[in-house]
């Protein structure tokens, strides 16, 4: 009675182990929904800001979930029953796709901002909480557009770097605001010795105009770069000024902008050498590899050319062959003298030495051929 009992507590601790692993497993291929937090931010970096000058917002969140919606709002004061209220009229509404990537960047056009108090509010939707809504994102305090503080065209920039740095091997982004319809303008950058590295395609004046230079425009790591805006002739629209031309008669934007490349992953630094074969002659030879050089290697002095490299090889490869061959021939000798008289033993060895004597024998004669058609017949050296 007590065998039995034990046998069906066994068989039942036994289904319940199965059952439990079986869950256990279920729950690892089929998880249940992570209900974590979701979160993002908005941040503005060319605060502060002068009336119809573009605007470059970043985003950046904390989980991969689709499209962020930003909204710009323009402060209004409204009369309610003889009280004024504020009020946040929305101007305009953009999109960031965030279902690749944690960060992205938007730049707003500033020919929609006339002077006046704005704010920056978006929505992220919250794929992780099943019906719940979505949350706002954590955005900066409401900023004031001023009128230009001048008459003249202004350089800005729009970039999504922390100024003064700049990341290497990135394109940067400038805008000219405050521009002349009839003028043409153009971005000039200048290294620290103020030689010019890049100019851009004159462009017509026509709202804020926007200017990408490119990497190489930036080549040198460390490097300080200024960045100029010029006002030219707008017959000059839609090409490359040449720079006797803007000098003459270019008119210099206000804020020229300074940077610096630190940031990013430099450039791998190269670092000279000697080449080891150059021994000719000594002791630190002439900076050219020539017949008579050698190159010392682990195997012995190696010629710098094709003849004389190859004939040390095959010398090398012919010692190695023969040294094999001379281990197979003793192996096979001592299996025989150890076979004690078994004819499997011993055919065995007859057999390794055999192999090993034919394969030396293969080796000399063909040495021997290659010798004659390449030295006797063709004439090699």
Same mark, same amino acid.
């Given at each position: 009675?007590?065998?039995?009992? +034990? ?6 601790? +036994? ?32 605060? %502060? &800001? ?23 709002? #323009? ?27 944690? #960060? ?11 002077? *006046?108090?704005?704010? !920056?509010?978006?929505?992220? $939707? ?6 719940? %809504? ?5 955005? $900066? ?20 770097? &922390?100024? %003064?740095?700049?990341?290497?091997? #990135? ?8 521009? @002349? ?12 010795? @103020? ?15 926007? !200017? ?11 490097? /300080? ?28 934007? =206000?804020? %020229? ?9 430099? $450039? ?15 002791? @630190? ?14 195997? *012995? =002095? ?20 023969? /040294? ?7 192996? *096979? ?8 008289? =078994?004819?499997? @033993? ?17 080796? &000399?004669?063909? !040495?021997? &051929?290659? #010798? ?6 063709? *004439?090699?050296?």
């Amino acid at each position: 009675m007590f065998k039995t009992l +034990a046998k069906i507590f066994l068989c039942l601790f +036994a289904i319940s182990g199965i059952l439990t692993s079986l869950f256990s497993l279920t729950r690892t291929i089929n998880p249940l929904p992570t209900y974590a937090t979701s979160h993002c931010a908005i941040t503005v970096p060319s605060l %502060p &800001i002068e009336s119809g000058q573009s605007i470059r917002v970043m985003v950046s969140t904390t989980l991969n979930q689709g499209t962020v919606s930003i909204n710009l709002d #323009r402060e209004t004061q409204e009369n309610v029953g003889g009280v004024f209220i504020t009020i946040w009229a929305p101007v305009t509404t953009a999109y960031a796709d965030m279902t690749r990537s944690t #960060r992205a960047s938007l730049l707003f056009d500033g020919s929609m901002f006339p002077p *006046g108090t704005y704010r !920056f509010t978006a929505n992220f $939707p919250n794929f992780y909480k099943v019906g719940s %809504p979505s949350e706002p994102c954590t955005s $900066p305090a409401p900023f004031t557009l001023t009128s230009p503080s001048s008459t003249n065209c202004i350089l800005r920039y729009t970039g999504i770097d &922390i100024l %003064p740095n700049i990341t290497f091997k #990135r394109t940067q982004h400038f805008e000219i605001t405050n521009v @002349n319809p009839s003028k043409a303008y153009i971005v000039q950058v200048y290294d620290s010795q @103020n030689n010019l590295t890049y100019t851009s395609v004159a462009k017509q004046g026509n709202g804020p105009l926007q !200017f990408d230079p490119p990497p190489s425009a930036f080549p040198e790591w460390g490097g /300080a770069y200024t960045i100029k805006g010029v006002a030219v002739s707008g017959a000059l629209a839609g090409s490359v000024p040449p720079p006797l031309l803007i000098s003459s008669n270019g008119s210099p934007c =206000d804020n %020229p902008i300074t940077v610096t490349v630190t940031e990013g992953q430099p $450039p791998p630094v190269l670092v000279s050498g000697e080449n080891p074969c150059d021994t000719y002659p000594p002791p @630190n030879g002439d900076g050219k590899i020539t017949k008579e050089d050698t190159c010392p290697t682990a195997l *012995g =002095d190696l010629k710098p050319e094709l003849g004389p490299f190859a004939q040390k090889i095959l010398t090398i490869g012919a010692s190695l062959a023969g /040294a094999i061959a001379l281990i197979i021939m003793v192996i *096979g000798a001592i299996r025989v003298l150890t076979s004690g008289g =078994d004819p499997k @033993n011993v055919a065995a060895g007859r057999e390794m030495i055999i192999a090993a004597v034919a394969g030396l024998l293969f080796l &000399i004669f063909s !040495f021997l &051929i290659l #010798r004659f058609i390449g030295v006797d017949i063709i *004439g090699l050296p």
